[in-house]
C-alpha cells in the first residue's frame, strides 16, 4: 500500500501543467454544471480542447474522439442556454425495451468499431479497454440526451473502467477526475430516482 501511495505521489509530481489545466478545467465545469452557471461551458470546451490533446499523445484515441463530442456538445449545449433555455425539458423516464434494444447496439457496434479501427489503424496499447470505455459513454450520452434515468448507469461503467485505464496511463489527475464524475453519476441516479417517484405521485 505504501509503495503505490509513493508511485502515486511521483506520477502527480511529474503532471504536465496542461494535465492540472485539463483536470482543472473539467473540475470546474462539473462544479459550474451543478451551480447552474453558464460559465460551465466555456470551463467544459477549454477542459476538451486539452483533453483531447493529451488523449491523443497518451495513445487514447478512442477517449480523444469521445471529447470531440463532447465539444460538439458544449458548444451546443453553451448556445442552447443562451437562446433556448426557455423550452420545456423533457421528462426524466426510465429507459423501454426498444431503448435497451439500442442502447445494446450501440455499445456493441461502438466497440467493435472503435476497437478494429484501434486494433489495426493505430499503435494503441489498450485498444480494448479504451473502446470499452468510449462505447459505453456513448450509449450512456444517448441515454442522457433522452432524459433516461439508466443514462448514469451506463455512464458509471465507463467511468469505472477508465479510472485504471488512466492510471495506468500515468494520467493520475484524470483518474482524480473521473472518480469524482463516478460519485457525481451515482449522485446523479438517486437524484433522478426521486425526480422520477416524485413525477408519478
Do not use: H
Amino acid at each position: 500500500m505504501a509503495n503505490w501511495v509513493t508511485v502515486f505521489v511521483e506520477e502527480i509530481k511529474q503532471t504536465s501543467v496542461l494535465e492540472w489545466l485539463g483536470a482543472g478545467f473539467g473540475a470546474a465545469e462539473v462544479l459550474l454544471a451543478k451551480a447552474n452557471k453558464v460559465w460551465l461551458y466555456p470551463a467544459g470546451i477549454l477542459s476538451v480542447l486539452i483533453s483531447i490533446y493529451i488523449f491523443m499523445t497518451s495513445g487514447l484515441y478512442a477517449e480523444s474522439a469521445l471529447n470531440l463530442y463532447y465539444l460538439v456538445m458544449s458548444i451546443y449545449g453553451w448556445w442552447f442556454w443562451v437562446f433556448k433555455r426557455t423550452s420545456i425539458p423533457l421528462p426524466v423516464t426510465r429507459a423501454t425495451k426498444k431503448d435497451w434494444s439500442i442502447t445494446a447496439a450501440i455499445v456493441l457496434g461502438g466497440f467493435v468499431i472503435l476497437y478494429l479501427a484501434l486494433r489495426y489503424l493505430t499503435d494503441s496499447s489498450v485498444p480494448v479497454m479504451d473502446a470499452f470505455v468510449s462505447a459505453t459513454a456513448w450509449a450512456g450520452m444517448w441515454l442522457l440526451a433522452k432524459r433516461k434515468l439508466e443514462n448514469w448507469i451506463l455512464l458509471n461503467i465507463s467511468n469505472a473502467v477508465a479510472i485504471p485505464l488512466l492510471f495506468y496511463k500515468q494520467l493520475p489527475l484524470y483518474a482524480l477526475l473521473t472518480l469524482f464524475l463516478f460519485i457525481i453519476a451515482v449522485l446523479g441516479f438517486f437524484e433522478w430516482k426521486r425526480i422520477l417517484e416524485t413525477e408519478k405521485k
